[in-house]
């Protein structure tokens, strides 16, 4: 009897903690209007409206979680683009990081964006954009809902 | 590792599948939670990482959960069904039955309840630290919510298995037909 009481008082104080922390995020994380992106770039933040990027057609195939090749053929910009509107210099940057409504986050490097123009933001049917690298082995950066773009 | 009975080993195949089948009914209602909450997950594996925790407790051998981890993990990767972790999910399976057999032997001595309480919320925080480690590459208050939803929902099964196992434990340790028979 006294062992299931300390049990609850376990998980009580758990659940308790996690509550604690919920509410600091809710509060402490920057929040992006819908249908913008935030771009961070040399501690300076700007937005950019998605429905006034100009999407163009993004075909090419990546690979996913089974190994398998998946065509895509959906409108996108890429990430260079996204860059240029923004007002930054896409060829003076090291790399950028997506991020998603969620914090998951990917990495990509200056080559990807400029030299190969592997990395691209692909607008899903929900109006969310998602990031697809083309060429990589794994869907590991293809990250959906990315609000924000760090740039380094 | 000391020899497992077939039955035994039986329970712990049903907990792998109940596992697997397990997240991906969840991950439906988990989703909307952490779609609120803004992380990327920890409440599908809680649930599913509970069934392990059933099927080590109920075959008290230390390996069962890693043998049902990698167990999981094959059957994770046939059924393509390896999220964002892909080739990497292996790992990802594997180090919270490492971590449910740890708690099973460091706590041999306490309660059943007691530990089978302890592996519920540790398997999961350690299936949330690896993923984060390996994918997600969480920081500060984002990686402390995120371990935190895993080690709640985790806690919370707790409370679901722990009267499982107490209802099972008579089953998977019944005298089998034939030993009744030739007594």
Redesign the interface.
Known sequence: MK??K??LI??GL??L??AV??V???N??TTVPEGSLLIQHQGKDSYVQLEKLTMSEVSGSIV???GEQIEVRQPGISIRDVLIAAGIDADKIKGVSAV??????AEILSEEINEQSLAYLAKEEDGTVKLIVFGDP???RNVRNIVKLIVN | MKRIQLRKLLYMAICCDLGIISKRLISPFANVLTDALHVPGGIGTSFSLMFLVIGAALTDTFGSGLLMGALQSGIALALGATGSLGALSPIAYMIPGIAIDLVFLLLRRAKKETAVMAACIIAPLTASLTANALIFQLKGVVLLLYAGIACSTGALCGLIAIPLIERLLPVVNAPSWHRKKAS
């Open positions: 062992n299931k300390m049990i376990v998980v758990v659940v903690v996690t922390f919920a600091v995020h809710l402490t994380r996913n979680g089974k998603a409504d969620d914090e998951y986050s794994n869907m590991k």
